[in-house]
């Protein structure tokens, strides 16, 4: 009699293994064999971590195996089980690989695929054709029950062989979490997400417990009982910042009202998105070479410096009419929106050489010096760094990153089955995503989150800010060497300390590579691409729901071209991984000296000069209660997620063509060499610049 020997591993994760009933099914190209229980009676199977082997005896031969199927049944009570993957070794000594990596819940039951990817149209018999649409379906289609958003859809494969395959999954919806936003999963609350896209540990997420452990292990829970009182000055502000430094935050302290720092952090700092050169200054902001000429370096008018190259412009415009917070009605806050010239000194360092708070000239908005008094510069400077860490943590950081990476998540899921080469390619760059976003939804941006106890546009100035800057939000300028050419700083001689330009560089490049790879393995011409009806449904969802559209966004609706192919599949893989990672895990490094980047104001904008002192600006930052919260809240997301996987580590084998591994090799040594150049450059620098180091740049955004 045949035996077919299966092998099953268990997942390492928490609560991994399970006590209940596997029963295995292996069907085969000329028939199924019967439901088997795997179970080795005196042995505790299904352990976490564990690979168990069994035999699976068949009357007769079953043909090529082209699917298994996995039916978990309840022992006792309800015990949810993560299967990695089975193999099966055939009775003519073949090895084959069915990849899984999904938990198994409740009496769920899946159908796997064999290792190797394929596209829609490699599959010719209909057994296979339905697996993938009835996946698909599976995802995309469910009733709701009352206590919970899980679905289950049957999905019968017979074609004359007696097998009957039910498989059941979650739901995959789209929905518009606030008008003019991206749109996201249809789930309210982290414990409805599909157990395949939720943390192992719901606990190391919470948002609450986090801030909370941060403000504890951080020593300033001391302060909290002061909330709305004052600092009493800058020296005052060391007195929640000594529990834990590093490099640069600490030099952070001691420089941060040094012109140089202020300039620097445009390129460098944790939003180095920002900065454009400046070939026309604009009406709305009356510069003068008069007002200016003290600043310049190199016997040339304002006018000959802008056509030199050498003036730089930032502007906050965006923020311009957003709603500052007031969830708090005993204290004021207070947004600007300003506009800041810089100049590129004959050391080509940039420096500010003037600075509008306000978008609307007029004698009640001066134009603020560095020839000013002392106090008067300093608070413009700190002005524009508030409206910076607005800018950041809304637009660079949750839009352009977290949000946008949820976007192409849902997409996948919704669009490509497992057995797709391009799932198997985004699969890692998606992890967690969705499942930090809807927690963040829960408990961060929400009405009343922790996001309105500390900034300035919380309390509804968020939404508005982000609907804003939606209108500008482009596919181009998702591509990362189209973003720094739109903004005229992608010359590295004019620019040569830019560090966030020359590592994306570098990490774009070696991520396109691969990318590329990938695709040439599995699209051998653009007229598969055209012919892949799931990669174009992919491409049309991203646009037409996810997207919502939006004209402005100008997002392809469809792909015709394997380069066409590789720079979105490139874009999705980047923004989730190195763009995240250069605009996250820096923000304990620059934001944790308050003064550098106060999370909201608590006095106007001045409009006039001459009227500030240390007092008034103590008054104006955040107070002891709000800092505690700031500082908590930076301090958590600086923190990478435990066992985290960093760019170019695929643990779970997706994959398991070895010319995909091959590419996957020559990626990692491209990766290495990345990191060895910026070890090498960073020696010696009192600012590291470590933000887009490929071994400091997590797969996916979790965090």
């Not at 998105?273 to 007002?291: A, G, N, R, S, Y």
């Amino acid at each position: 009699m045949p035996s077919y020997t299966v092998t099953v591993a268990t997942g390492c994760q928490w609560f991994a293994g399970t006590d209940d009933y596997i029963y295995v099914t292996l069907v085969g190209t000329e028939r199924c064999s019967e439901r088997t229980l795997l179970d080795k009676a005196l042995y505790n199977d299904f352990e976490r971590g564990a690979v168990d082997s069994y035999d699976v005896r068949v009357g007769e031969d079953l043909g090529d195996i082209v699917l298994v199927k996995i039916e978990k049944n309840k022992y006792w009570v309800q015990d949810d089980w993560y299967c990695r993957y089975i193999t099966v070794k055939t009775p003519s000594g073949e090895y084959l690989e069915f990849p899984c990596f999904r938990w198994l819940v409740d009496n769920k039951e899946v159908v796997l695929r064999d290792g190797r990817a394929h596209l829609p149209q490699d599959d010719k018999t209909s057994l296979v054709k339905q697996h993938r649409l009835k996946e698909l379906d599976s995802r995309r289609k469910s009733f709701r029950q009352v206590h919970s958003a899980r679905a289950r859809v049957v999905l019968c494969v017979t074609e004359g062989r007696g097998c009957s395959l039910i498989t059941s999954a979650a739901l995959y919806r789209w929905k518009e979490w606030q008008p003019g936003f991206p749109m996201s999963i249809d789930a309210n609350r982290h414990n409805e997400l599909p157990r395949d896209i939720q943390f192992d540990s719901e606990k190391g997420v919470d948002f609450v417990l986090n801030y909370s452990k941060a403000i504890e292990n951080l020593c300033i829970n001391q302060f909290m009982h002061m909330f709305q009182s004052s600092w009493s000055d800058f020296a005052d502000f060391e007195r929640i910042f000594v529990r834990i430094k590093n490099t640069i935050s600490e030099y952070v302290m001691q420089h941060w009202k040094e012109d140089f720092m202020f300039g620097y952090q445009f390129l460098n700092g944790c939003n180095p998105v920002l900065i454009q050169k400046c070939t026309k200054l604009p009406d709305k902001f009356p510069v003068t070479h008069e007002m200016v000429s003290v600043s310049l370096e190199r016997e040339l008018t304002l006018e000959q410096e802008i056509e030199a190259g050498n003036i730089y412009i930032v502007d906050y415009e965006v923020l311009d009419g957003i709603t500052a917070n007031c969830t708090d009605p005993c204290t004021l806050q207070y947004l600007a929106a300003p506009i800041c010239l810089l100049y590129k000194n004959v050391r080509k360092k940039i420096m500010p050489i003037a600075i509008q708070l306000d978008q609307t000239p007029g004698k009640d908005n001066p134009i603020f010096l560095p020839t000013d008094e002392q106090y008067d510069w300093l608070l413009a400077k700190i002005w524009v760094r508030s409206a910076d860490f607005q800018y950041h943590q809304n637009i660079t950081h949750l839009l352009r990153t977290h949000l946008m990476t949820e976007v192409f998540a849902v997409a996948m899921y919704r669009q490509l089955p497992a057995v797709h080469p391009v799932y198997k390619l985004l699969i890692p760059h998606i992890r967690f995503t969705i499942a930090i976003n809807t927690k963040a939804r829960e408990q961060l941006i929400c009405e009343c989150g922790i996001f309105d106890k500390a900034n300035a546009t919380g309390g509804g100035g968020h939404v508005q800010l982000i609907q804003k800057a939606v209108k500008s939000l482009t596919y181009r300028s998702l591509c990362f060497p189209d973003m720094i050419k739109s903004r005229g700083v992608d010359d590295q001689e004019e620019l040569p300390t830019y560090f966030y330009r020359d590592d994306g560089y570098k990490v774009w490049e070696a991520t396109k590579s691969f990318v590329s790879d990938v695709v040439c393995i599995y699209y051998t011409s653009d007229e598969m691409v055209q012919g892949d009806e799931e990669i174009q449904a992919f491409i049309k969802d991203v646009c037409s729901f996810g997207m919502q559209d939006f004209d402005h966004c100008a997002f392809p609706k469809s792909l015709k071209s394997r380069e066409e192919l590789t720079e979105f599949l490139t874009v999705a893989v980047f923004t989730a991984s190195a763009q995240h990672a250069a605009v996250n895990f820096g923000q304990y490094d620059w934001c944790s000296w308050i003064p550098n980047a106060p999370s909201t104001m608590r006095k106007p904008p001045p409009n006039q000069k001459g009227l500030a002192n240390v007092n008034l600006i103590i008054e104006s930052l955040p107070d002891r209660g709000r800092s505690s919260w700031h500082l908590g809240a930076v301090w958590a997301l600086s923190q990478y997620q435990e066992n985290e996987l960093y760019l170019g580590m695929y643990p779970d084998e997706h994959f398991t063509e070895k010319p995909v591994k091959a590419a996957m090799e020559k990626f990692r040594k491209q990766l290495a060499e990345i990191n060895s150049s910026i070890k090498r450059r960073n020696e010696g620098k009192k600012l590291p610049y470590y933000n887009m180091s490929p071994d400091q740049i997590p797969n996916s955004v979790a965090v």
